[in-house]
């Protein structure tokens, strides 16, 4: 398989919203109420896409995978938003795959670009061994935080640092 990563431009705000949504749904579906996954959030997606495609930062790094020409995952870094060990320079604020593409290597090429290999930190979901294992093999290590994202308020969340 061949797959392609590159910066996103407008023409990807629709399918990026949409693949965003399809991978929560994919990771989170028995982790949150069925009633989170709403027309509204697709559209609450779409717009926070919309605002960081057309408005880009160069502190910012949005990453994003084809193949066959389809979207089937994205990164997103940058310098910390969220609770962060003190000294924290980049913070992975978001990283998904297509289920169908998991194993490919995709995701790894996705953050390798958006975050490089120095410090950084995220929040990954507690309960979700397979990307905690994704990120201890790049050098990721729980730091004990815990937190609940009000975005995701039945999904709580555990920080990794490398």
Do not use: C
């Amino acid at each position: 398989m061949t797959y392609e990563t590159r910066a996103p431009g407008v023409e990807d705000v629709d399918a990026l919203a949409r693949l965003h949504v399809a991978t929560w749904i994919e990771t989170y579906a028995d982790q949150l109420p069925s009633d989170f996954f709403t027309p509204e959030l697709l559209e609450r997606r779409r717009a926070m896409w919309d605002r960081i495609v057309s408005n880009p930062r160069p502190d910012r790094q949005v990453q994003v995978a084809t193949f066959d020409g389809a979207l089937v995952g994205f990164a997103f870094a940058g310098p910390p938003v969220s609770d962060g060990p003190e000294g924290a320079e980049r913070e992975l604020y978001s990283i998904y795959v297509s289920r169908d593409h998991h194993g490919s290597g995709v995701a790894q090429s996705l953050l390798d670009q958006a975050l490089g290999d120095g410090p950084a930190f995220l929040w990954v979901a507690e309960h979700n061994p397979r990307a905690q294992a994704f990120y201890r093999r790049n050098g990721f290590e729980l730091d004990g935080a815990h937190k609940v994202d009000p975005v995701m308020p039945d999904l709580p969340h555990v920080r990794m640092v490398r």
